[in-house]
């Protein structure tokens, strides 16, 4: 029997759960949490400090990384910034863009412009515009990634490109090539239903470690982070051809799931959900608890597969390690208000076997503020010689 761990409650702020002797295993049902007060993985007592807030009167709204530089929409449209957030280039004119990408490679960059229900592509080298295409059945999108698995089902396209639309409950899937632009292939989740696979409210999309997509769902009573696998399913279709509704996506089992059958839905998500085998109805209310959340909302994974999630209503940011247990969070009220875009530069350490990567720091905008944080883990500060964080941080 595997057991789903989940670790005790640390203290919000800039804090990691101590370093504690495990206690007594308390053995219960199939899929039954457990609870072991330590931390695991390579940020145990290594926090995350603030070590710069750069003030950006253009309202950002999104940032990602390509090549180790920043790239923002806000509304000065789109600008590409080093990691002291100094400008290395721009495209103005994207007043009304609401979300952004790269591909695998950090090649392209794709921007979704609402005004006009179209996503446009450019060069991460210089910001060159290189193509659009419309795509009026969206309407608004507040997240986008990209994932190749399974593009061999759509011949001669690169890559697919994802977009969540929380007002219409889906996350659309468009074929990507360099000649045709964008082209519909199906969706990857719909809202029409209560499992696990179904999405309310899509606030967030990445690509983890693994090529599955991650989907952070900010319905009140679900407040989780589902994974799927990226590969549409062909077996799920409908009878018109032209209906956004086929080839969903199934659900993915995090590395740590169950024997149970059926699984729980918390087999297959981040968050409050059901964890028990038979167990069909989870708990909806809003906790700060360590592992569980209160909206959701933007994603990153660093190099060694850690997944960063902006938990925008508890003020902080929390890290689930690539099997999707929970490792630590950061910040809090004051130092990270409301939470609602972040992106990881990684640090490499040795090389081939010996390779470590981690995510050295991190890059957070917050909701409706004229900010960008920039966080460092403790690795880094101590690599960047600054002063440790004072006793009351």
């Given at each position: 029997m595997n057991i789903r761990l989940n670790r005790t409650r640390s203290l919000l702020g800039l804090v990691l759960l101590p370093l504690l002797p495990a206690a007594a295993w308390l053995?219960?049902?199939?899929?039954?949490?457990?609870?072991?007060?330590?931390?695991?993985?390579?940020?145990?007592?290594?926090?995350?400090?603030?070590?710069?807030?750069?003030?950006?009167?253009?309202?950002?709204?999104?940032?990602?990384?390509?090549?180790?530089?920043?790239?923002?929409?806000s509304n000065a449209g789109l600008v590409k910034r080093d990691q002291s957030y100094n400008l290395d280039s721009s495209v103005p004119g994207l007043t009304s863009a609401t979300a952004l990408c790269v591909n695998e490679d950090e090649s392209l960059v794709f921007v979704?412009?609402?005004?006009?229900?179209?996503?446009?592509?450019?060069?991460?080298?210089?910001?060159?515009?290189?193509?659009?295409?419309?795509?009026?059945?969206?309407?608004?999108?507040n997240a986008m990634a990209t994932c190749a698995v399974g593009i061999e089902q759509y011949p001669g396209a690169e890559t697919y490109l994802y977009l969540s639309s929380p007002e219409q409950g889906r996350v659309y899937r468009y074929a990507y090539d360099a000649v045709s632009g964008l082209n519909p292939h199906g969706i990857l989740a719909r809202a029409d239903g209560s499992?696990?696979?179904?999405?309310?409210?899509?606030?967030?999309?990445?690509?983890?470690?693994?090529?599955?997509?991650?989907?952070?769902?900010?319905?009140?009573?679900?407040?989780?982070?589902?994974?799927?696998?990226?590969?549409?399913d062909t077996l799920d279709?409908?009878?018109?051809?032209?209906?956004?509704?086929?080839?969903?996506?199934?659900?993915?089992?995090?590395?740590?799931?169950?024997?149970?059958?059926?699984?729980?839905?918390?087999?297959?998500?981040l968050g409050n959900a059901p964890d028990q085998c038979g167990q069909t109805e989870w708990d909806p209310d809003i906790t700060d608890e360590p592992g569980f959340f209160d909206q959701p909302q933007?994603?990153?994974?660093?190099?060694?597969?850690?997944?960063?999630?902006?938990?925008?209503?508890?003020s902080r940011v929390q890290v689930f390690d690539a099997s999707g247990d929970y490792a630590l969070l950061f910040g809090n009220p004051t130092s990270t208000p409301e939470p609602v875009s972040v992106c990881v530069i990684d640090k490499v350490n040795g090389a081939g076997a010996n390779q470590i990567n981690y995510g050295a720091y991190v890059f957070i905008i917050l909701k409706d503020q004229s900010t960008v944080m920039k966080y460092v883990s403790n690795e880094q500060a101590n690599e960047d010689n600054l002063p440790p964080p004072p006793d009351d941080f």
């Amino acid at each position: 029997m595997n057991i789903r761990l989940n670790r005790t409650r640390s203290l919000l702020g800039l804090v990691l759960l101590p370093l504690l002797p495990a206690a007594a295993w308390l053995l219960a049902g199939c899929g039954e949490k457990i609870a072991i007060p330590e931390a695991t993985g390579l940020y145990s007592g290594s926090p995350y400090q603030i070590a710069a807030d750069y003030s950006d009167t253009t309202m950002p709204r999104q940032i990602t990384v390509a090549h180790n530089l920043l790239f923002v929409i806000s509304n000065a449209g789109l600008v590409k910034r080093d990691q002291s957030y100094n400008l290395d280039s721009s495209v103005p004119g994207l007043t009304s863009a609401t979300a952004l990408c790269v591909n695998e490679d950090e090649s392209l960059v794709f921007v979704f412009e609402e005004t006009d229900s179209r996503v446009s592509w450019y060069s991460t080298s210089d910001l060159t515009y290189l193509g659009e295409t419309a795509v009026p059945e969206v309407g608004t999108c507040n997240a986008m990634a990209t994932c190749a698995v399974g593009i061999e089902q759509y011949p001669g396209a690169e890559t697919y490109l994802y977009l969540s639309s929380p007002e219409q409950g889906r996350v659309y899937r468009y074929a990507y090539d360099a000649v045709s632009g964008l082209n519909p292939h199906g969706i990857l989740a719909r809202a029409d239903g209560s499992a696990a696979r179904f999405v309310h409210m899509p606030t967030g999309l990445a690509r983890d470690s693994q090529d599955s997509l991650l989907v952070a769902d900010a319905d009140p009573g679900r407040n989780w982070v589902i994974r799927f696998h990226a590969e549409p399913d062909t077996l799920d279709v409908t009878a018109d051809p032209d209906d956004m509704d086929e080839m969903r996506g199934k659900a993915a089992l995090w590395g740590n799931a169950t024997s149970c059958v059926p699984h729980p839905a918390g087999d297959y998500v981040l968050g409050n959900a059901p964890d028990q085998c038979g167990q069909t109805e989870w708990d909806p209310d809003i906790t700060d608890e360590p592992g569980f959340f209160d909206q959701p909302q933007g994603m990153a994974v660093d190099g060694s597969g850690r997944i960063f999630v902006t938990d925008r209503d508890n003020s902080r940011v929390q890290v689930f390690d690539a099997s999707g247990d929970y490792a630590l969070l950061f910040g809090n009220p004051t130092s990270t208000p409301e939470p609602v875009s972040v992106c990881v530069i990684d640090k490499v350490n040795g090389a081939g076997a010996n390779q470590i990567n981690y995510g050295a720091y991190v890059f957070i905008i917050l909701k409706d503020q004229s900010t960008v944080m920039k966080y460092v883990s403790n690795e880094q500060a101590n690599e960047d010689n600054l002063p440790p964080p004072p006793d009351d941080f």
